[in-house]
């Protein structure tokens, strides 16, 4: 089980919006770490999506976009292409007394109509 | 630009112990602020957190697999090596090396992954 929940599942049309939800906790995104996001296309290495909740690394479509309250995160995709089509993970940073460590979300799988 | 490639055994064998290199170039890390982490998957399951070394040999490791991890480094060789003790067939993933984006919480740079099996 994931310290980061996220749905299992999303599904869109193309040219439709999507959001994915990646909820924490008073130890990882509720203590004020970021929350960075991953695109995981099928086959490949996980790709930096979002950094520092909403900041897109050079070459990422403005498609995507980022933000986070509370103990929560939000990946939102408009326009949904073909391509979109990937898994989605979300990541902090967590500070239980277990010890400091990266947490990862269990992931959430987008599905192009 | 930065690049990280993993390389080891492709099966190991229950009860062994597993090394695993990440040869890596486009940064150093004897650099201030920089950082490398291991990351592993299991097919069809989600990305896990293993260990992490910065550049002044401070390490990090996952609270729940500490007791059988090393995470190790060769500044001159431009690699990092991970030990994993006492596999088990739970342990079968994609093992991913990955730059952590300088002084900051992420993994920027991601190595393409070595698919270990373990099964006797």
């Known amino acids: 089980q994931s310290v980061l929940t996220q749905p299992p599942s999303v599904s869109g049309a193309p040219g439709q919006r999507v959001t994915i939800s990646c909820t924490g906790s008073?130890?990882?995104?509720?203590?004020?770490?970021?929350v960075h996001w991953y695109q995981q296309l099928p086959g490949t290495a996980p790709k930096l999506l979002i950094y520092?909740?909403?900041n897109r690394p050079s070459g990422v479509p403005d498609r995507f976009s980022g933000s986070k309250s509370g103990t929560s995160a939000s990946l939102a995709i408009t326009g949904l292409q073909a391509e979109d089509e990937a898994d989605y993970y979300c990541?902090?940073?967590?500070?239980?007394?277990?010890?400091?460590?990266?947490?990862f979300g269990g992931g959430t799988k987008l599905t192009v109509l | 630009q930065i690049t990280l490639k993993e390389s080891g055994p492709t099966l190991v064998k229950p009860t062994q112990t597993l090394t695993l290199t990440c040869t890596f170039s486009?940064?150093?890390?004897?650099?201030?602020?920089?950082?490398v982490g291991w990351i592993r998957q299991p097919p069809g399951k989600a990305l896990e957190w293993l260990a992490l070394?910065?550049?002044?040999?401070?390490?990090r490791y996952s609270p729940s697999l500490k007791s059988r991890l090393t995470i190790t480094k060769d500044t001159s060789k431009n690699q990092v090596v991970l030990t994993m003790t006492n596999m088990d067939p739970v342990d079968t993933a994609t093992y991913y090396c990955?730059?952590?984006?300088?002084?900051?919480?992420?993994?920027?740079?991601w190595g393409q992954g070595t698919l270990v099996t373990v099964s006797s």
């Open positions: 990541q902090s940073y967590d500070s239980s007394l277990s010890g400091p460590n990266w947490v």
């Open positions: 990955a730059h952590r984006r300088t002084n900051q919480l992420d993994f920027d740079y």
């Open positions: 520092g909740n909403s």
């Open positions: 070394i910065y550049w002044d040999d401070d390490k």
């Open positions: 008073s130890s990882n995104i509720g203590a004020g770490y970021d």
């Open positions: 486009g940064f150093s890390l004897s650099t201030s602020g920089v950082a």
